[in-house]
């Protein structure tokens, strides 16, 4: 892979997250008052909208470098190489008329994210990074924070119906415990550009996916921040749990994490 495909790579992605925000946009505004939810599961939202997104990425690529593509709404096959999409993540916000939600892409080779792209609609905010160069708000530069107190963060704590309800409110337990402030949002690659920003301190989820986060693992371990995610949804394409933080928060959130109950 040479830098120069990755460069053209980039830029394709640049513009096509600006061309779908105008569909995304488009649906947002016409939302029927009326308007029933769509599940794909329990509490799992999908939008006409995310289909449309995919299939004009799907197209894109196609018609430009004709890359493997694997997205949540169509699948694919989970290739080493291949670009990855999330069209609208934060799906109950968007369905819901709530402006929090992204369009999220990463682009990896060999099981390695080289690029990803989160791009916030309503709000204008691109957030990208490729490997090694940093990661950028809006074309400047961002960062995480260096807040070493658990005590003093904000963190996000993520859930889906994929975690039993135990298990979710044992984590923000453990998470308030130890003194931070606990929000929910309903946009995992939100969280971590947003974490990347230094908007918040930590994110942690039980169960995401690798459209979900894989452009923001890489957004945050740019912004300077620590990333653990199990490598194994690589290649088996199984959901995995995240913790995602600023540099000298890992330790402490590890630690709340695993503490029991006294
Ligand atoms: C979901 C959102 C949510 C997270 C879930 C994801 P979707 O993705 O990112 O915040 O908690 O784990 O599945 O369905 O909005 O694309």
Same mark, same amino acid.
Request: glycine share 10%; with cysteine.
């Given at each position: 892979m040479t830098d120069v495909n990755l460069t053209e790579r980039f830029e394709m992605a640049n513009a096509f997250v600006k061309d779908a925000a105008v569909v995304a946009l488009e649906a947002l505004a016409s939302r029927p008052k009326d308007w029933t939810p769509s599940f794909k599961g329990p509490q799992d939202y999908v939008t006409a909208t995310d289909m449309a997104v995919e299939k004009l990425f799907r197209e894109r690529v196609a018609a430009t470098f004709g890359d493997d593509v694997m997205g949540e709404e169509a699948g694919g096959e989970n290739n080493s190489t291949c670009w990855v999409i999330d069209p609208i993540d934060g799906?109950?916000?968007?369905?819901?008329?709530? /402006?929090?939600?992204?369009?999220?892409?990463?682009?990896? #080779?060999?099981?390695?994210?080289? @690029?990803?792209?989160?791009?916030?609609? &309503?709000?204008?905010?691109?957030?990208?990074?490729?490997?090694?160069?940093?990661?950028?708000?809006?074309?400047?530069?961002?960062?995480?924070?260096?807040?070493?107190?658990?005590?003093?963060a904000t963190v996000e704590v993520g859930w889906s119906p994929r975690v039993p309800v135990e298990q979710y409110l044992a984590a923000v337990g453990q998470v308030l415990q130890a003194g931070a402030n606990v929000k929910r949002t309903g946009s995992a690659a939100l969280c971590l550009a947003y974490l990347a920003a230094g908007r918040i301190d930590g994110y942690f989820e039980a169960s995401?996916? /690798?459209?979900?986060?894989?452009?923001?693992?890489?957004? #945050?371990?740019?912004?300077?921040? @620590?990333?653990?995610?199990?490598?194994? &949804?690589?290649?088996?394409?199984?959901?995995?749990?995240i913790m995602a933080t600023a540099p000298k928060l890992a330790a402490a959130m590890r630690q709340a994490l695993s503490s029991t109950k006294e």
């Open positions: 799906t109950a916000n968007f369905a819901r008329g709530i /402006p929090h939600f992204c369009i999220s892409i990463a682009y990896r #080779v060999n099981f390695q994210t080289e @690029l990803g792209l989160i791009y916030d609609i &309503v709000h204008d905010e691109l957030y990208a990074a490729r490997r090694g160069e940093g990661a950028t708000l809006n074309g400047k530069p961002i960062a995480t924070t260096t807040l070493a107190d658990l005590g003093a995401v996916f /690798p459209w979900d986060v894989l452009a923001g693992t890489l957004i #945050v371990e740019e912004a300077g921040g @620590l990333v653990s995610y199990d490598p194994a &949804v690589d290649t088996a394409l199984r959901n995995s749990p």
